[in-house]
Structure formats: structure tokens, C-alpha cells
């Protein structure tokens, strides 16, 4: 397999990965393109970027609770109630502050992965993004 690029891919050079934590402070979105030009899993494409996903105790890694540390364990995410919220990676994340996983088929438009990581098989022109929404924002990938 060819260098990852930084950026996304061009046409069908790969695959583009995403990664978006812009909805937390500090929080940032990068992109990269893992050439192939054969079918390439999910979390395979994800590693080729160096991207680290952590799972939760209770489901494994079909729950994405942290990427690449984000949010780190000591970081408090204000709840909508007032109280502040430490990601434990226990259970599922609660629904204000949740990493989601979207697929782009080449050429289209961003989906909600249905699928996790373990068995999302994606093609050369694909894109895959990690993308964490705080208080219903961002409710999509915007790229």
C-alpha cells in the first residue's frame, strides 16, 4: 500500500478518512487519503492513518466513545442540564455528545454507516468519517 496522504483522495485513489472533533473546544477535523485500489475495511483504512478508536466495556469497538484520545477522560462536556459529563467509556455515550460513524459511497452523498468498523468494507472512491456531534451540531459531515 502507497503513502497516506494528507487530504482526501482525488476521484478513486483510495479512500478519504475523516476525523471531526470541531464540535468540542480544541476540537479539530482532518482528512486523509489511504490509497488502494482494492476493497479495504473500515478500521483497516482508519489504521492506515493512524487514527486510534477506542471502544466501551460493554460493546467493544462497535461503540466508538474516544478517537484518538477525544475526548480525553478528564475533559468535562457541559450536559444539557448544567452538570458536566466525563466520557468513562463504560456504556454508550450519551446522546448529546456522541462519535457517529458515516460512510460516503464514491460520488455520493454522506450516509449513517450501518455498519461498525469491524465489518464496513469500503471501495476505492469511498469516504469514511468519525464524527463527533455535541447538542445535535454538527447533525452530518459537512464536506
Given amino acids: ?53 477506542e471502544g466501551t466495556d460493554q460493546y467493544g469497538d462497535q461503540v466508538v466513545c474516544r478517537v484518538n484520545g477525544v475526548p480525553a477522560e478528564d475533559l468535562a462536556i457541559a450536559a444539557e442540564d448544567g452538570s458536566e459529563y466525563f466520557e468513562e467509556c463504560a456504556t454508550m455515550s450519551p446522546e448529546f455528545a456522541y462519535w457517529s460513524l458515516w460512510v460516503q459511497p464514491a460520488g455520493g452523498e454522506w450516509g449513517f454507516a450501518q455498519e461498525g468498523l469491524s465489518t464496513l468494507q469500503l471501495e476505492p472512491g469511498d469516504g469514511v468519517e468519525l464524527l463527533f456531534t455535541l447538542h445535535g451540531e454538527p447533525a452530518a459531515p459537512v464536506s
Fill in 1 to 53: 500500500m502507497a503513502s497516506v496522504i494528507e487530504g482526501a483522495c482525488v476521484d478513486d485513489a483510495g479512500v478519504t478518512v475523516v476525523v471531526d472533533s470541531a464540535a468540542l473546544e480544541g476540537g479539530s477535523a482532518q482528512e486523509w487519503c489511504v490509497p488502494t485500489d482494492t476493497a479495504i475495511g473500515a478500521a483497516d483504512a482508519l489504521a492506515a492513518a493512524d487514527v486510534e478508536t
